[in-house]
């Protein structure tokens, strides 16, 4: 009989062994990377691509064997961490991502806190002594669970957290004290209403099998297809499951969740680009929904950390040799990083990136022209704008360039309005549920949501010009209007957003463009072999 521990790859302080990307996936892969370079990742473990094949083969039914695999990854993780998955003392919570052999950002299903029961919420209270930490963290992974895994209506839980929020008279949810939010981990459990639900809250290893099969099925989902054929990876055959300890960024006010680019990856400028937020779990960063502090606040109130950060940054850019887009979580002063992968880029930051790379020597001449091969390098332009007409309002600047295009506000309006003249699609907060309308689109601009959230990340990917966190902007979906500054503006109005400065203008603005030829002009010696 085959060896069962052949279909896990491992990764963790400790493991030297290297795992294959196209059957583990881009994520394990690099997390095996990072922990063999001494780089601080938490213990997991990845299932193949194989299982998420064998499953749609089988007409949705779970191989035999996923149970024992989950249960031997499992048990890897609990003498790493000493900590026990349901136990009573000391309970082990991971989370449970996909990790497909491409870069998928955000399209596929991620479920975190998974091991939490009544029995190891009482654990862990009385393992931390920080009931606040853990009622925050029961609540979101009711949430995410219920959502994820049942289809419960997102509404069921916004709303009451929501009019928490409004009673206690506080910013957000990082304000509100352990009775408020045990308060509202009680209304959570009433959503869970039939018997079979209700079980799972009581059982870790059918919430470890749950959440598997719904990262397995989210391979499937409407926009996971979309992204797919939108990026031409039409090729990819599904993704492997990701297992990893958790570490909480929301314990403390030492505590946070980020993402950092180690070059700005929308002009190639050589800095690093830090998202972050205090008080939070990663999703929270790259949801879309929420605002991030930048790299200023984080170096001025953890400076450690901070260095800590760049240095693993320069340390991973320089051993992969490209621009890496990394995910990180600091627990009580501590750094962990959970993901760091190539990324993604606008072309003109694709240009630039390429030439540095060469230039430090990090890359050959070939391997800069083989990373342009897809890029129009002819077309390649700076845009800037030139007019003495005050913006409506300005956001955070997320993808390079200026757009100019009718208002859409929905994917569904923009995709209809793309047929008949360029379109800006313009929401409260984007979600990768979004990528059709942005695919159609020229421009994307958001009332909030971070410079790296994913549907941020997918507009840069394709080209977009992209403005973040306007907050001036305002949104009544039900008359086809918003508010801009002190404007009204309608459904098909015609807008401009500067990618670079962040501004929004009413109507058409003047545009200067120029040739990034200095660049463009090194290219072309490569390409030219020496005589």
């Known amino acids: 009989m085959s060896d069962p521990l052949a279909r896990l790859a491992l990764f963790g302080p400790g493991q030297q062994n290297a795992v294959p990307a196209a059957e583990f996936g881009n994520k394990a892969a690099g997390l095996a990377e990072m922990a063999a370079l001494g780089v601080p990742v938490p213990p997991g473990f990845a299932l193949p691509v194989g299982i998420c094949q064998e499953y749609f083969k089988n007409i949705e039914v779970l191989g035999e064997d996923v149970p024992h695999l989950l249960q031997l990854g499992i048990g890897y993780i609990e003498r790493a ?4 998955f349901g136990g009573a003392r000391r309970p082990l919570l991971v989370s449970v991502r996909s990790g497909a052999p491409v870069s998928m950002p955000g399209i596929m299903d991620t479920i975190l806190n998974v091991g939490l029961t009544p029995s190891t919420v009482r654990g862990l209270l009385a393992y931390t002594g920080n009931p606040r930490f853990v009622y925050d963290t029961y609540r979101r992974f009711l949430e995410n669970y219920g959502t994820s895994i049942f289809a419960h209506a997102p509404s069921r839980y916004s709303t009451p957290l929501r009019e928490m929020i ?9 304000e509100l004290d352990h009775m408020s939010l045990r308060t509202l981990c009680t209304m959570y459990e009433q959503v869970y209403a039939s018997p079979d639900q209700r079980e799972c809250l009581n059982d870790v290893h059918r919430q470890l099998v749950q959440c598997t099969v719904g990262v397995i099925r989210s ?9 797919r054929s939108s990026s031409l ?3 990819a055959t599904g993704t492997a499951v990701t297992v990893q300890a958790m570490v909480f960024g929301n314990m403390g006010a030492s505590s946070g969740a980020g993402v950092a680019f180690t070059r700005n990856p929308w002009n190639g400028s050589r800095e690093m680009l830090i998202d972050f937020r205090f008080g939070a ?3 929270d960063v790259v949801s879309g929904d929420r605002e991030a502090t930048t790299q200023a606040e984080i170096e001025n109130v953890m400076p450690a950390v901070y260095r800590d950060l760049l240095q693993i940054g320069t340390r991973l850019e320089t051993h992969f040799r490209d621009l890496q887009d990394l995910e990180f979580t600091v627990q009580e002063g501590r750094l962990y ?3 760091s992968r190539a990324g993604k880029r606008a072309p003109l930051a694709a240009l630039q990136v390429a030439v540095d790379l060469c230039e430090e020597g990090l890359i050959t001449h070939r391997e800069a022209l083989e990373r342009l091969r897809t890029i129009d390098l002819a077309s390649l332009e700076i845009q800037t704008v030139q007019t003495d007409e005050p913006p409506l309002a300005a956001g955070i600047s997320a993808s390079g360039g200026v757009a100019q295009g009718t208002i859409a506000l929905s994917s569904v309006r923009a995709e209809k309005d793309a047929d008949h003249g360029p379109v800006i699609l313009v929401r409260e907060t984007a979600s990768p549920d979004d990528i059709a309308g942005i695919d159609r689109s020229v421009g994307l601009l958001t009332a909030c949501g971070t410079r790296t959230s994913h549907a941020a990340v997918v507009a840069r990917q394709l080209g977009k010009v992209c403005v973040v966190n306007c907050t001036a902007l305002s949104i009544d979906p039900s008359r086809h209007r918003c508010t801009i500054g002190t404007v009204t503006l309608r459904e098909g109005d015609l807008i401009s957003i500067d990618g670079t400065t962040g501004a929004v203008y009413r109507g058409r603005v003047k545009v200067l463009s120029k040739r990034p030829d200095e660049l463009i002009t090194k290219i072309r010696q490569w390409e030219t072999p020496a005589s």
Do not use: H, I, N
Request: hydrophobic share 35%; glycine share 6%; charged share 30%.
């Open 166 to 174: 409004k009673k206690e008279r506080v910013a957000d949810e990082r």
């Open 281 to 283: 779990q990663g999703e």
């Open 81 to 84: 961490t000493g900590t026990t």
């Open 219 to 227: 391979w499937a989902s409407p926009r996971a297809k979309v992204f």
């Open 337 to 339: 990083l959970l993901q």
């Open 233 to 235: 990876v039409q090729a």
